[in-house]
């Protein structure tokens, strides 16, 4: 008789052994998950910033062309005033230069 309770107390204690590891693992895998599902949550959140800083960076190149565009335009318009300007200012000066050459020939 002894050796039967010697018998059933020892496989009571490999039975509470065996209960409290697998407790253990199955804590384990459930805080791995949860970590798995954080790290995906933050991976989502690089991968909406890096779109988003695309997209900042393409509007930004987008508006630097535009101003280009819009300075070489007033460029070329400025230019074409100064042209302008400095031809009428050369046919005044050749109209006063044969005014005085009449005048004085008289």
């Known amino acids: 008789m002894k050796r039967m309770v010697v018998f059933f107390i020892s496989i009571l204690i490999c039975m509470f052994f065996l209960i409290s590891c697998g407790d253990d693992k199955e804590q384990k895998i459930k805080e791995l998950q949860h970590q798995i599902q954080i790290e995906q949550q933050m991976k989502e959140k690089a991968q ?3 779109e988003k800083a695309q997209q900042d960076a393409a509007k ?13 335009a ?3 318009l400025v230019l074409m005033i ?3 300007m400095g031809s009428k200012a050369r046919k005044d000066a050749n109209k006063q230069s ?9």
């Open 48 to 50: 909406q910033m890096k």
């Open 60 to 72: 930004v190149e987008s508006n630097f062309n535009l101003l280009i565009g819009i300075s070489i």
């Open 74 to 76: 007033i460029v070329i």
């Open 82 to 84: 100064g042209v302008a």
């Open 98 to 106: 044969i005014m005085n050459e009449g005048k004085s020939d008289d």
